[in-house]
């Protein structure tokens, strides 16, 4: 392979951002795109082949232009710029950064991260219904929290309605000490979490109070008609269908609803059907009705959050593969 070499001026003001702590960003840079890089008095100089030192030159030009919008560069966007342009998908960075859904009450910017993050954001500005369908850390039920805020700050809806199954992940709800609220409270508290961060927890409780707000299990939305409301489920996957069914039954007139949901993490019991799973292969191909798959490549938690993700995703893979072999042998067994 050709060795070839580039340059490129770092602004001092940029530097220190696009390298990152202790250069980490660019020991990064080096370690998966096989090049060196060296910086000469504000000038950075990339050695190696000359298709990686193609792309990593893609990769700090896309920093560099982050950090000069005023952005803090992490961990998390140069591991996404990489992957980009390992697939000849430049610029993509710089596009999803333009999005900015809103700003959480200390003034940090609610943005998409990802090509797939953008995706479901975009759907959900087009679409009655969104399924929301990804690993843990995509971002699925933040996203949606703000954009039902944002909805709710512009008076494009009356109230916000957020609802998840109460269902034990290995504990009995009986056993929780308190009254029925406290039992349910652990259930509900990310919502809590993000209401707080996103709108700040004094105005959260105003909003609350005046039933502007409504966080609540699932079982609560029995029996009702919900109008002029952004309608949010999370935890999906933890429906029955007759739960999905009847929940999806409450929409009223100028709502929108975001379902969220893991189908890797289901916490029903041992054999019984999950919601979410029936209503892909029922809604599918209804107009008005979107799904967005979000996979590992869109986590934006810790990397390491993005490398178990991955993993299990793998393993899970494998195991299903060898579960088709060891059918295919019985059959062909019982045949012969």
Known sequence: MEEVSERIRVSAKDQQNVFGQFDSHIKKLERQLHVSIVDRNGEVQINGGAPFVKKAKTVIQELMELSMRGNVIEEQNVDYAITMSMEENEDVLLEIEK????????????????????????????????????????????????????????????????????????????????????????????????????????????????????????????????????IILDEAQNTTPAQMKMFLTRIGFGSKVIVTGDASQKDLSPGTVSGLDVAHKVLQNIEGIEFCKMTSRDVVRHPLVQKIVKAYENYEARENSSAKRRNRNTVYGKRK
């Open 99 to 230: 999005e900015c859904i809103c700003h959480t009450i200390s003034g940090k910017p609610i943005k998409p991260k990802t090509l797939g993050q953008k995706q479901y954001v975009d759907a959900i500005r087009k679409n009655m219904i969104v399924f929301g369908l990804g690993p843990a850390g995509t971002g699925k039920t933040y996203l949606a929290m703000a954009m039902a805020i944002t909805a709710f700050k512009n008076q494009e809806v009356e109230r916000i309605i957020l609802t998840r199954p109460a269902i034990e992940a290995g504990e009995k709800l009986g056993f929780l000490p308190g009254d029925l609220q406290s039992k349910v409270d652990p259930y509900l508290r990310p919502l809590y979490d993000a209401l707080y961060q996103i709108m700040g927890a004094e105005n959260f409780m105003k909003n609350m109070e005046k039933g502007l707000i409504e966080v609540a299990p699932l079982a609560y939305m029995r029996g009702r008609t919900l109008d002029n409301a952004y």
